[in-house]
């Protein structure tokens, strides 16, 4: 009972927290145990929250020991069945207490349960799936050998792919990847081969970084973060042309994995041509800081933005939500407050970011919420503050819509006014933009007939 009103809690959260969380092959997702996830980790404590709340089924997670230290925590974690890791470079009165660890991972199992693992051991923010540890392999092949292998685990890797760590309302896909198959290692682990337990690790391995965006380099990160975000767009667009495919089709985790693999292919074969791209991205958008614009402006029909009447009514349309506005911003901004400014200020390092956003904003708006509602209540009774309580929520949303708005609204403006004062500006980076697509198509259309060549190729086309 308890898990399931927890459930329901985390939902809400996430509902708040996140724009979307699109879930990737959730056919893979088995009904019923033995499981194991195999998840990468890359933002703490989001991630169990993320996998919890939108798999259907209960998962049982492996969290990090020195949770339990305060006995309501221990009780609260242990209901919401999370099982502790006894790290010995987090303490050394931990050593030895991971037999209980892998006793609990074993009953679960044998329960026919979900276990939910993070094998890399710690989050990071790269664009990787860290070497990962023998743990998965280990509780999966010792279960298998209690119950004479026969148990059935499946071994089911999971990708989570954040469009931004640190963005408020940002989006996730979830990759759920097929079963990696153990049964190949069960005669070698019988025999007592450890090769047995490091095979399967690699297996594991090989599957968990095919469902995130993995570098094989970190040093890729940014040019590969920046390429992704000003061309997949272009791709997206050339892929629907002529309406043969809709762009709810298409599969942008694929589509952002070949986009790695070709610059990976290009920095090993001509690392000059990345080198080239980069520089003239650099200078285009060094231009579009100089006057305040971003690259969708310019992507984008820009002949819209020179149309008074069209500025007068979405204006017009503004200026009446302003009031709801004010409203919203005023009533959520204490309670918004805290969460922001504690995440900036406690993080250690950017997985941190979002979890600790994420739990001080349950804290703070549940608090504030009350406090005010307990307000309104004293002065004007329990109507007024059901309904003081019920628009909290809602024109806090507003006020995120309307000041996403605001910002494009005086971006089209700006970019308006240099249309009428400075066209010729305008057009050179047009032109410019041009130019390094055109560039960028040629490399993609070279490093797809290379691929085609190859006896296994993959397509860059949707699921």
Request: hydrophobic residues 40%; charged residues 25%; aromatic residues 14%.
């Amino acid at each position: 009972m308890f898990y399931h009103i927890l459930k329901v809690f985390i939902k809400v959260t996430l509902s708040f927290y996140l724009k979307r969380i699109n879930v990737r092959h959730a056919e893979n997702i088995p009904v019923e145990g033995p499981v194991i996830f195999a998840i990468n980790h890359p933002n703490n404590l989001l991630d169990t929250l993320i996998v919890a709340g939108k798999f259907k089924p209960r998962i049982y997670f492996l969290g990090t020991g020195a949770l339990f230290r305060n006995r309501l925590a221990s009780l609260f974690l242990t209901s919401a069945g999370i099982i502790p890791v006894y790290r010995q470079e987090d303490s050394s009165e931990y050593k030895g207490k991971n037999r209980e660890t892998f006793r609990a991972c074993y009953e679960t199992l044998e329960q026919r349960r979900m276990l939910g693992i993070y094998p890399e051991g710690t989050t990071h923010a790269d664009w990787q799936v860290k070497k990962i540890k023998t743990g998965a392999a280990r509780i999966l092949l010792e279960t298998e050998k209690r119950n004479a292998y026969k148990l059935g685990i499946k071994l089911i890797p999971i990708g989570l792919n954040f469009s931004s760590r640190k963005k408020f309302r940002t989006s996730v896909i979830v990759s759920v990847g097929e079963p990696v198959t153990a049964a190949p290692f069960f005669a070698g682990y019988e025999a007592g081969d450890f090769s047995a337990v490091e095979g399967l690790t690699s297996k594991l391995q090989k599957a968990m970084e095919a469902q995130v965006k993995h570098l094989s380099k970190a040093s890729f990160q940014e040019f590969v973060s920046k390429l992704d975000f000003f061309y997949r767009e272009d791709i997206i667009n050339s892929l629907t042309a002529g309406k043969q495919i809709e762009k709810t089709e298409i599969d942008k985790l694929r589509l952002s994995k070949k986009l790695i693999e070709g610059v990976e292919y290009y920095a090993k074969k001509q690392p000059e041509i990345i080198n080239t791209i980069w520089d003239k991205m650099e200078a285009y958008q060094q231009k579009l800081k100089k006057v305040h614009l971003r690259d969708q402006q310019i992507r984008r029909d820009v002949e819209k933005n020179i149309k008074p009447l069209r500025y007068l009514r979405i204006g017009f349309i503004g200026f009446l939500g302003l009031p709801i506005f004010l409203y919203g911003l005023i009533n959520n901004y204490i309670a918004n407050f805290f969460p922001s400014r504690l995440s900036t200020w406690m993080a250690n390092k950017e997985t941190d970011i979002a979890t600790i956003r994420v739990v001080s904003g349950i804290l703070s708006f549940g608090l504030f919420y009350a406090l005010q509602t307990f307000a309104v209540y004293s002065f004007w009774g329990v109507v007024v503050a059901l309904i003081y309580l019920v628009s909290l929520p809602f024109s806090g949303f507003f006020v995120l819509s309307f000041r996403k708005f605001y910002k494009r609204y005086s971006e089209n403006v700006r970019l308006g006014f240099l249309l009428i004062k400075h066209r010729n500006f305008i057009d050179r980076l047009k032109e410019q933009r041009a130019a390094i697509i055109a560039e960028l198509d040629a490399l993609s259309e070279e490093y797809l007939f290379l691929e085609r060549k190859q006896p296994k190729s993959t397509e860059i086309l949707p699921i």
